[in-house]
């Protein structure tokens, strides 16, 4: 731990908490997209689908990897996660209750630029 994280008001989060918190809350969401893209490819007319739902496997591979270390993470900073609806989570950590909520479009954002990642 830096010293940054010692010196932190008990309201916040450090950065890293909230880095954990945005993507236990967002890579399930990605997960989901890319099966249900997956699927869509799958039962298309298109010629090459085999090359598309292959790119697909290796994203959905990538996420569950990231979402197995996320998971990791949230057990060894002793976080406990609670969903109250779509962006809005209950985060409780360092014996303190956050609410954490994100704005669909900043959520979207960073869920765009996080499939472009997996997709490369």
Not at 51 to 61: G, I, M, S, T, W
Not at 63 to 90: A, E, G, I
Request: charged content about 30%; proline content about 2%.
């Amino acid at each position: 731990m830096t010293d940054e994280d010692f010196m932190l008001p008990q309201t916040e989060m450090s950065k890293k908490e909230n880095q954990i918190a945005t993507e236990y809350m967002l890579l399930p969401l990605i997960k989901r997209a890319l099966e249900i893209d997956q699927k869509a490819v799958a039962r298309s007319g298109l010629k090459f689908k085999d090359n598309y739902v292959a790119q697909l496997d290796e994203a959905l591979h990538k996420v569950h990897v990231d979402m197995r270390k996320n998971k990791q993470d949230v057990f060894d900073c002793s976080m406990k996660l609670t969903k109250c609806s779509w962006f809005r989570y209950k985060v409780y950590v360092r014996g303190i209750l956050f609410d954490v909520a994100y704005n669909k479009m900043i959520a979207m954002d960073w869920i765009e630029e996080r499939v472009k990642e997996y997709l490369q």
